[in-house]
């Protein structure tokens, strides 16, 4: 009927496939940093957004990006919120402290784009 051959590649797909059905429900072989920002980000995805649209506030650059127009970003954090921040100048470092308005959200309320109004 079935030669051995296929028997042994049948064991071999149930075994393999068994494998990987058991990582999936433990937790995917991801280490505990992976699994507690994936918490976090699905823990953000749950909460309010710190802010409101047209809300001034004064927060520290964390680092820069460059947009897909290929303009220089801001990236910056309120309350562990990310404000994408346009428009800002050249000099400005990581570190440097700057007032942003509040323009919008994107579409899960997950991030901010703000406009740079100046250096604090």
């Known amino acids: ?3 051995v051959e296929a028997l042994g ?3 071999f797909v149930v075994l393999a496939f068994g494998a990987w059905l058991l990582r999936r429900v433990r937790g995917g072989g991801r280490s505990a940093a992976q699994r507690e920002s994936y918490e976090r980000h699905r823990d953000a995805q749950q909460r309010d957004p710190p802010v409101d649209l047209g809300d001034v506030r004064e927060v520290a650059v964390h680092e820069f990006t460059d947009h897909h127009s290929g303009e220089r970003r801001a990236v ?3 309350e562990g919120f ?3 921040v346009e428009d800002v100048p050249t000099d400005l ?3 440097d402290v700057i007032d942003v308005e509040i323009l919008s959200f ?3 309320h997950t991030s901010a784009t703000a406009r740079f109004l100046e250096t604090a």
């Open 82 to 84: 990310v404000v994408f």
């Open 1 to 3: 009927m079935f030669g």
């Open 76 to 78: 910056c954090k309120i």
């Open 106 to 108: 994107n579409r899960g």
């Open 93 to 95: 470092a990581v570190g």
């Open 9 to 11: 590649v049948g064991v």
